[in-house]
């Protein structure tokens, strides 16, 4: 969970820095019980166009694919009206929790209020006693958005042109020359 300051942006580049931060925490947690890191990378969030679902974020799962870094990537969507899903559930607790606390001065007591939560028994054993959780503070992100112009990686059609609203979209490393992924998209 990463808690960003009023001032700092809430763009897609934000979004992807704190995936690029979990998945480099993935690969700490992994080395650390001697494991390998996960083949797979699902993105689960709402279907919001500005932050997660566009093309900035495509960009970075086929190219994660395109260098090999994982097998399969995929964005997956919640639908409106989605209220009810575990999801919401956490995001409420925690959202209420903060908003009854008399003294939060800055994000890291911010952080300190959403780790006490977390660690509550009654929230470890809902979210699994053994789930890894992680709060931190996002203080700035790269530019994403400018990323990926010198390496080629680029994604054509814009989610915004697409009459469908698919809700889940995977890349897959396609066996053949060169880093080329294969994209699917899908309406469920």
Same mark, same amino acid.
């Given at each position: =969970?990463? !808690? +960003?300051?009023?001032? &700092?942006?809430? @763009? $897609?580049?934000? !979004? /992807?820095?704190? #995936?690029?931060?979990? +998945?480099?925490?993935? $690969?700490? #947690?992994?080395?650390?019980?001697? &494991?390998? =890191?996960?083949?797979? /990378? +699902?993105?689960i969030g709402d279907n919001c166009v500005r932050e997660l679902k566009n093309a900035f974020t495509a960009q970075y799962l086929s190219n994660l694919i395109a260098r090999r870094k =994982?097998?399969?990537?995929?964005?997956?969507?919640?639908?409106? $009206?989605?209220?009810?899903?575990?999801? @919401?559930? #956490?995001?409420?607790? /925690? $959202?209420?929790? !903060?908003?009854?606390?008399?003294?939060?001065? @800055?994000?890291?007591?911010?952080?300190?209020?959403?780790?006490?939560? +977390?660690?509550?028994p009654g929230f470890r054993a809902w979210l699994g006693a053994t789930t890894e959780l992680h709060v931190s503070k996002l203080n700035a992100s790269f530019n994403w958005r400018d990323h990926f112009a010198p390496q080629g990686a680029s994604v054509s059609g814009g989610l915004l042109l697409d009459a469908t609203a698919n809700h889940c979209f995977l890349f897959i490393q396609h066996k053949g020359q060169g880093n080329a992924c294969v994209f699917i998209s899908r309406n469920f």
């Open positions: =969970m990463r !808690v +960003l300051d009023e001032s &700092t942006r809430h @763009d $897609s580049s934000s !979004v /992807l820095q704190i #995936i690029a931060e979990t +998945l480099e925490q993935v $690969s700490l #947690i992994c080395r650390g019980r001697n &494991t390998s =890191m996960p083949s797979k /990378l +699902l993105l =994982m097998r399969l990537a995929g964005m997956l969507f919640l639908r409106k $009206s989605h209220t009810h899903c575990k999801l @919401d559930q #956490i995001f409420g607790v /925690l $959202s209420r929790r !903060v908003a009854c606390t008399d003294s939060i001065l @800055d994000a890291d007591s911010t952080c300190d209020v959403l780790r006490a939560e +977390l660690s509550r």
